[in-house]
């Protein structure tokens, strides 16, 4: 499957438009590219109880589940002034339970795969070698 970053990045820009940020002021914007060819988004919802902010990967993967699901395969996010930005280490976490290590990625410093963002992750295998 071809990478096509232009228009995720396009579909990220397009979703921060659309965050909800009075606090901060802040908008993001993520999209991401799914293995069956479609495209999911999300963008940063804020709360007045800042403990329950969603962040924008929050909303993708949202989108992800609930228009059939599948496995992510390439991602980017951007800020409200459309310049390229890494998720957070808590989105980088449940980035890796919907796309996995291989999960490529284009960052400020380009594209790399979500096991280079996020070494030595936790995930299912962890918790299988704790069954044993």
């Known amino acids: 499957m071809t990478m096509d970053w232009t228009q995720l990045v396009t579909a990220a820009q397009e979703a921060a438009l659309r965050a909800y940020v009075p606090y901060s002021n ?10 069956d060819g479609r495209i999911v988004r999300g963008c940063n919802v804020e709360n007045a109880s800042y403990g329950l902010t969603l962040c924008a990967e929050c909303g993708l ?29 808590r989105c980088r976490q449940l980035l890796m ?14 594209e790399c795969s979500l ?3 996020l070494p030595q992750w936790f995930g299912s295998r962890d918790l299988q ?3 044993d």
């Open 26 to 35: 802040y908008p993001v914007g993520a999209a991401a590219l799914v293995d």
């Open 61 to 89: 993967v949202s989108s992800l589940i609930s228009s059939g699901g599948g496995r992510l395969v390439g991602f980017t996010c951007v800020n409200g002034k459309h310049q390229i930005i890494t998720p957070c280490g």
């Open 97 to 110: 339970e919907h796309g996995g290590p291989s999960l490529l990625m284009l960052t400020p410093e380009g």
């Open 115 to 117: 096991s280079d963002m």
């Open 129 to 131: 070698e704790y069954d």
